[in-house]
């Protein structure tokens, strides 16, 4: 089971970025994946979940809008698309995924920096 992150590098603020999460291992379709970020110095926030069931979607507030998550069941692959970026964006962002029998199963990917300069 692997779970490879790509896609982040430097933008200036209101820049774009597109962050793909490749699976492998398992199906990310019956899965429930999450986008999080962690800014240096601070914890791991979520900053959004997209369910297996009807693939339900669940924002952090200050990306609501900004940000979109999507699949590609064909490529096994999650996306972040980020928007209309700030500097308070910049942070490592990593994909997880639950999996397996009663999604009792989680792994993560190895993370991809992103920095939003001004």
């Known amino acids: 089971v692997q779970l490879v992150e790509s896609g982040g590098g430097s933008v200036q603020l209101g820049g774009l970025l597109r962050l793909p999460c490749a699976a492998s291992?398992?199906?990310?379709?019956?899965?429930?994946m999450t986008w999080y970020l962690q800014a240096p110095g601070k914890g791991r926030d979520l900053v959004v979940t997209?369910?297996?069931?009807?693939?339900?979607?669940n924002y952090a507030d200050p990306v609501k809008v900004r940000f979109t998550i999507s699949r590609d069941n064909a490529k096994n692959t999650v996306y972040l698309q980020m928007n209309s970026l700030k500097p308070e964006d910049t942070a490592v962002y990593y994909c997880?995924?639950?999996?397996?029998?009663?999604?009792?199963?989680?792994?993560w990917g190895q993370g991809t920096q992103v920095t939003v300069s001004s």
């Open positions: 997209i369910s297996n069931v009807a693939s339900r979607t």
């Open positions: 291992g398992f199906t990310s379709s019956s899965s429930v």
């Open positions: 997880s995924a639950m999996t397996g029998y009663q999604l009792s199963q989680r792994y």
